[in-house]
Nanobody
Framework: QVQLVESGGGLVQAGGSLRLSCAAS????????MGWYRQAPGKQRELVAV??????NYADPVKGRFTISRDNAKNTVYLQMNSLKPEDTAIYYC?????????????WGQGTQVTVSS
């Protein structure tokens, strides 16, 4: 079993910053991809940022404002969010593609709410 536990969400004013964390735990052999997705009310879940090996990719709306980073020793991924806008309001989900001794699977965290007030 693998668990992803997110933290760091909250309420912030426009222009402010938040840092999300997601720690993976359990019977982990290796983690390939780790990333963040978000889902706003009435909208589909969308990719925010992802790190694959040593490379990173960002959705256009967050480029230049958000930074994804990873601590492989701690199986943790972070999302530093700066210059937040009201349209960034959403539930943010951590995602990881984890290889266990039973095989490779896609895992999701429970989500953390980010609310940006205008």
């Amino acid at each position: 079993q693998v668990q992803l536990v997110e933290s760091g969400g909250g309420l912030v004013q426009a222009g402010g910053s938040l840092r999300l964390s997601c720690a993976a735990s359990g019977s982990i052999f290796s983690i390939n991809t780790m990333g963040w997705y978000r889902q706003a009310p009435g909208k589909q879940r969308e990719l925010v940022a992802v790190t694959i090996g040593g490379s990173t990719n960002y959705a256009d709306p967050v480029k230049g404002r958000f930074t994804i980073s990873r601590d492989n020793a701690k199986n943790t991924v972070y999302l530093q969010m700066n210059s937040l806008k009201p349209e960034d309001t959403a539930i943010y989900y951590c995602n990881a593609v984890v290889r266990t001794y039973g095989g490779t699977r896609n895992y999701w965290g429970q989500g953390t709410q980010v609310t940006v007030s205008s």
